[in-house]
């Protein structure tokens, strides 16, 4: 398998494997641990994982606010990128919840599920505006590489939830400085959303 065949097999995962987390009152979708690592292994037999840094031989962890939070490095097919974890501080499997949301979360940045993360950056304005990850699926930016175009799912997306809200993607593009009819990058996606959630507002108000 080749890296670009990731998103084409994996962007979206099967209903089977979903399941629903309740939070700040809405159902989210996730896939867990068990499926993701499933997943990498299908891709790639050979795929690993290593925490930034080390802490007293465990994973370098930083907690805040009362959440606990880890960074590291997923390679998969020889490519390797970064990633993040977070979890509630007082978790009791704390290390086993937070290894889960990073792999959840580095391997969405492949194109692993890409679908679950896309959908929310629209869908929750909130949530989307803040940019926070929840476990097993988030409204961070599904980012494999900063200069590189949107997907046809996050346009999609895009479009979906334009049409919805009763905008025009050309619309919002303006108002984010973007043309709408040239390319839009990855590293657009922070500045399109804060557009998008203002004029939504505007909208609906």
């Given at each position: 398998?080749?890296?670009?065949?990731?998103?084409?097999k994996y962007a979206v995962p099967d209903?089977?494997?979903?399941?629903?987390?309740?939070?700040?009152?809405?159902?989210?979708?996730?896939?867990?641990?068990?499926?993701?690592?499933?997943?990498?292994?299908?891709?790639?037999?050979?795929?690993?994982?290593?925490?930034?840094?080390?802490?007293?031989?465990?994973?370098?962890?930083?907690?805040?606010?009362?959440?606990?939070?880890?960074?590291?490095?997923?390679?998969?097919?020889?490519?390797?990128?970064?990633?993040?974890?977070?979890?509630?501080?007082?978790?009791?499997?704390?290390?086993?919840?937070?290894?889960?949301?990073?792999?959840?979360?580095?391997?969405?940045?492949?194109?692993?599920?890409?679908?679950?993360?896309?959908?929310?950056?629209?869908?929750?304005?909130?949530?989307?505006?803040?940019?926070?990850?929840?476990?097993?699926?988030?409204?961070?930016?599904?980012?494999?590489?900063?200069?590189?175009?949107?997907?046809?799912?996050?346009?999609?997306?895009?479009?979906?939830?334009?049409?919805?809200?009763?905008?025009?993607?050309?619309?919002?593009?303006?108002?984010?400085?973007?043309?709408?009819?040239?390319?839009?990058?990855?590293?657009?996606?922070?500045?399109?959303?804060?557009?998008?959630?203002?004029?939504?507002?505007?909208?609906?108000?």
């Amino acid at each position: 398998m080749k890296l670009e065949d990731i998103l084409t097999k994996y962007a979206v995962p099967d209903p089977s494997i979903v399941g629903k987390l309740p939070r700040g009152g809405i159902q989210l979708d996730f896939v867990g641990h068990a499926e993701i690592n499933r997943i990498l292994i299908d891709i790639d037999a050979m795929w690993s994982w290593e925490p930034c840094g080390w802490n007293n031989g465990r994973p370098a962890i930083h907690e805040a606010n009362g959440m606990a939070v880890m960074w590291g490095y997923l390679t998969i097919l020889g490519k390797t990128m970064l990633g993040v974890g977070s979890v509630r501080a007082d978790k009791p499997d704390l290390d086993k919840e937070l290894i889960g949301d990073f792999l959840r979360n580095a391997s969405m940045r492949f194109g692993i599920c890409l679908s679950l993360w896309s959908k929310s950056e629209w869908d929750d304005s909130k949530t989307a505006v803040a940019g926070k990850s929840q476990a097993g699926k988030a409204v961070a930016s599904p980012v494999t590489d900063d200069n590189s175009a949107l997907t046809k799912i996050q346009v999609k997306q895009f479009v979906d939830a334009c049409e919805k809200a009763g905008l025009t993607p050309s619309a919002v593009a303006e108002k984010a400085g973007l043309n709408w009819a040239g390319q839009i990058l990855q590293k657009d996606l922070s500045t399109l959303r804060t557009a998008f959630t203002e004029m939504k507002g505007v909208t609906n108000g």
